[in-house]
């Protein structure tokens, strides 16, 4: 089975229960690093839910994707519609460059390198970002996988035991 595949299937395997648990965990480790404006994303095929616990805490950002090969984040409190891939995302009228953290979603890791869904968007994104790069998983989606020269190493990465740096 190809690893992406092998990454979802262990996070979509977690009980509601289980996974309400290390959500519950990863958001507390991961509040003491959040300040000022804040790239997150709305989860989407049993992702690590950060958006529902600081929606209403925060000022958050969503990403929105703009074209084959870009995303950029704009302001939670504008109307979202549907995105390519099954995402919400903002209609995006007023884009933000200058986010203090980055929230990023992942499929699986390795160490602090993240493997996504394969078309790059973050890894396009976070290579011109100085914001905080935070990734957030479960334990279960760790996977030795080969780095590619595009992938962007991650500050660290949250999971609900332990954090990587």
């Known amino acids: 089975m190809d690893k992406r595949k092998l990454c979802i299937q262990r996070r979509s395997s977690l009980s509601n229960s289980k996974r309400f648990e290390k959500e519950k965990a990863i958001t507390n480790c991961v509040l003491p690093f959040l300040k000022g404006k804040i790239g997150t994303y709305i989860p989407i095929r049993n992702e690590v839910d950060v958006y529902a616990k600081f929606r209403d805490e925060f000022d958050l950002y969503i990403p929105k994707t703009l074209d084959d090969t870009t995303i950029a ?93």
Do not use: C, N
């Open 73 to 165: 984040f704009y302001s939670d409190y504008e109307e979202k519609s549907k995105g390519p891939f099954s995402t919400i995302e903002p209609i995006g009228m007023h884009e933000v460059k200058d986010l203090d953290v980055i929230l990023v979603p992942i499929v699986g890791f390795f160490g602090t390198y993240r493997m996504g869904y394969g078309k790059g968007y973050y890894d396009r994104y976070l290579s011109k970002s100085s914001a905080l790069k935070i990734g957030v998983a479960f334990d279960v989606q760790e996977m030795e996988f080969d780095v590619k020269p595009t992938d962007v190493k991650l500050d660290m990465i949250i999971t609900e035991s332990r954090i990587l740096r």
